[in-house]
């Protein structure tokens, strides 16, 4: 069986920092090319960030120089940390990976961002 679960959203205040987790069974990480999106109401999911098998990251540009995606390999965790947190970060953030066999969603969890 493969499952991703995400972890470590909540309330947090502008300008302030929330790490995220994303622990995987069933699928090796580092073989996967994995992916934070992110879906507030009534918008689009949207892509924020991907770290490839290679170790290669990208990010969107609203997050460039605030969000950081890593991997920790012995853990089978990838880890999205936000920092200068926006209102406009408000969202339902959702681990996926993508490897040979198929793709693969968590259930999500909430990040909201309000003072």
């Known amino acids: 069986q493969v499952q991703l679960v995400e972890s470590g959203g909540g309330l947090v205040q502008p300008g302030g920092s929330l790490r995220l987790s994303c622990a995987a069974s069933g699928i090796i990480l580092s073989s996967n090319n994995m992916a934070w999106y992110r879906q507030a109401p009534g918008n689009q999911r949207e892509l924020v960030a991907t770290?490839?098998?290679?170790?290669?990251?990208n990010y969107a540009d609203s997050v460039k120089g605030r969000f950081t995606v890593s991997r920790l390999n012995f853990v089978n965790t990838v880890y999205l940390q936000m920092n200068s947190l926006k209102p406009e970060d408000t969202a339902v953030y959702y681990c996926n990976a993508q490897g040979d066999r198929g793709v693969y969603w968590g259930q999500g969890t909430q990040v909201t961002v309000s003072s």
């Open positions: 770290i490839s098998r290679g170790g290669s990251t």
